[in-house]
């Protein structure tokens, strides 16, 4: 029993197997999408930061140079995945109940479903948490935590470990910024201070500033 906190080694030995597992896992996913080009991105945010929106834009401006397929993970319904749909790309919806991450073993099942073209993208839309996603290797190719302007600029120092394993940083909603009290100097002091390597993407999805930048960065990963 820890005399700190009360939790049992019990406790502690069963998330290690469990994460051990899923990497385990993760590894596998992550052999599939590289035999077959597939450029899998994981996106990650709070609730309401705007991924749905941002894929909605990304598979318009990609115009159809890219083939792209979704998976949305939400805990209830099949909302997100029908926007998705809305635009012509193929979607798969994982509800994960009281579950608040997907893991690498539901996006195995997903992209069996899929099917993915050789080059092409899967974009992850996860859960929209801050902590457990951070937490489960999917086999992804790229992390991407999207953050809106109507956010805190201390969230990186809030929720250090999902920021620290970002690849990129988006800031959405950057139109709305003359209407609030956020710098973005900070923001960035802030991210810095928990990952000095990820490049920072300022973007609005709904007006589309910034979503060049944000495309180019995509079609050099692939």
């Not at 929720?159 to 923001?187: E, Q, S």
Request: charged share 25%; hydrophobic share 40%.
């Amino acid at each position: 029993m820890c005399a700190t906190c009360g939790c049992s080694g019990v406790t502690v030995e069963l998330e290690q197997r469990v994460l051990a597992h899923n990497d385990d896992l993760a590894h596998r996913n992550r052999e599939w999408f590289a035999e077959r080009e597939v450029l899998a991105v994981n996106l990650m945010s709070s609730p309401g930061a705007g991924k749905t929106t941002l894929l909605e834009r990304t598979i318009r401006d990609l115009d159809g140079g890219v083939t792209v397929s979704v998976v949305e993970g939400d805990q209830e319904t099949a909302f997100d995945a029908e926007r998705i749909r809305a635009t012509g790309c193929r979607a798969v919806q994982i509800n994960t109940g009281a579950g608040c991450h997907l893991d690498a073993a539901m996006l195995a099942r997903a992209v069996h479903e899929l099917d993915p073209p050789t080059r092409s993208v899967v974009f992850v839309e996860n859960v929209g948490n801050l902590v457990c996603p951070a937490l489960f290797d999917l086999g992804e190719s790229y992390r991407v935590v999207i953050m809106s302007a109507t956010e805190g600029e201390d969230k990186p120092l809030k929720y250090p470990h999902m920021f620290g394993t970002a690849d990129v940083v988006v800031l959405n909603k950057v139109d709305l910024l003359p209407h609030l009290d956020f710098a973005v100097d900070t923001f960035v002091r802030s991210l810095r201070q928990v990952n000095q390597r990820a490049e920072i993407l300022p973007l609005s999805a709904t007006t589309g500033a910034g979503i060049d930048a944000w495309c180019g960065q995509l079609r050099d990963w692939m």
